[in-house]
């Protein structure tokens, strides 16, 4: 038996995360991730205007990380850890929990929201080069293959809004700040896969990185001279549950599970499929009109889906 006959022979939970089949638990956290934020860029188009999307996002965490206190602490999970642990925390509170999102709100103000889409799918390229140059993962030809194939899809199914809009300074400034939110929320990933393999907890490890990022973002909001304020009304409050409970608590424990149990690279297409998600939903509550070219991307989109997920045979 060859050595990748034998490492792909054992059982799933000995194998290295990216060699792992991907299984009925992994297909239902990946329906977790895109189902929840799919829903998200809604709610999100609901918290701007007059609060700062510092401070909303300081409420939806602080709001999100209270719930996961209350979690950890009511089932007398483990709570205590290593300091060098804790640097891994702040990592991720600060890449994925906090700054990758200030970069899309702010990126998001000056960029159609297709060209937002297209800079968070490239998550699904960004992960497995990560992953690669930080874990010495090598990258599999099927998921850099299925990763460009999403990539092109959102494109497509976005091209009609993109190639509409114009590209000014302005947006090409938005653009940098949405790849540099991608590249941290890919850094988040490859942090959070480490903290994965040395045994910790998920709900803890989860707790834990959404309370620092909430100190960065108190901090930053309080550098800033942003006032702490909530808008009363149905709309935002509603908004902010939505996005504190299902798209931070079940979402984020949905990917986070993902990436330990299927690596980053495959776990990173979630970027691509969710923006399918979106317009699904946009088509449901606000009448979008499907398009030739959005049914290609669609199906491009989809495509690479199956080329990525599909359950390796060996390393390749």
Same mark, same amino acid.
């Given at each position: ?8 022979? +054992?059982? *799933?939970?000995? &194998?290295?995360?990216?060699? =792992?089949?991907?299984?009925? !638990? ?5 329906? &977790? ?11 999100? +188009? ?10 909303? /996002? &300081? ?13 950890? /602490? ?12 804790? @640097? ?40 497995? %080069? ?5 874990? +010495? ?10 990763? /460009? ?6 494109? $497509? %199914?976005?091209? *009609? ?10 947006? @090409? ?5 949405? %790849? ?39 901090? /930053? ?13 149905? =709309? ?14 079940? $979402? ?7 990436? +330990? =149990? ?12 969710? *923006?399918?998600? $979106?317009?699904? $939903?946009? !088509? ?6 499907? !398009?030739?070219? @959005? ?16 359950? *390796?045979?060996?390393?390749?």
């Amino acid at each position: 038996m060859s050595g990748s006959e034998s490492e792909t022979a +054992r059982a *799933p939970a000995e &194998l290295p995360a990216h060699l =792992r089949p991907f299984d009925a !638990t992994a297909l239902t956290l990946y329906a &977790l991730v895109v189902g929840s934020w799919g829903f998200s860029w809604i709610a999100l +188009r609901m918290q701007l205007g007059v609060v700062a999307p510092e401070v909303s /996002l &300081l409420w939806r965490f602080l709001l999100a990380g209270a719930v996961m206190w209350c979690w950890v /602490l009511g089932t007398r999970q483990q709570i205590v850890f290593p300091a060098r642990l804790h @640097a891994a925390f702040v990592a991720v509170g600060v890449t994925m929990f906090s700054f990758n999102f200030i970069m899309y709100y702010y990126g998001g103000m000056t960029i159609p929201s297709g060209l937002l889409a297209v800079a968070f799918s490239l998550a699904a390229v960004g992960n497995p %080069l990560m992953a690669a140059l930080f874990l +010495r993962q090598p990258i599999a030809p099927r998921v850099a293959l299925g990763g /460009l194939l999403g990539v092109i899809g959102v494109a $497509a %199914l976005y091209w *009609p809004e993109i190639a509409g809009s114009g590209f000014s300074l302005a947006a @090409a400034k938005g653009l940098v700040l949405c %790849l540099l939110g991608t590249l941290s929320f890919s850094t988040g990933n490859i942090v959070s896969g480490l903290i994965g393999s040395r045994g910790v907890p998920l709900i803890p490890a989860i707790t834990w990185s959404m309370s620092y990022g909430v100190v960065f973002l108190f901090g /930053l909001s309080l550098a800033q001279g942003h006032a702490f304020i909530i808008e009363p009304n149905l =709309r935002y409050l509603g908004s902010l549950v939505f996005l504190a409970i299902v798209a931070s608590i079940i $979402a984020f424990a949905a990917y986070i599970g993902l990436l +330990r =149990r299927i690596g980053p690279g495959r776990a990173g297409y979630a970027t691509v499929m969710f *923006p399918i998600a $979106a317009l699904s $939903a946009s !088509t449901v509550l606000e009448g979008y009109s499907w !398009t030739l070219i @959005a049914a290609f991307g669609a199906a491009l989109a989809l495509a690479g889906n199956l080329v990525v997920l599909r359950n *390796p045979k060996s390393a390749d």
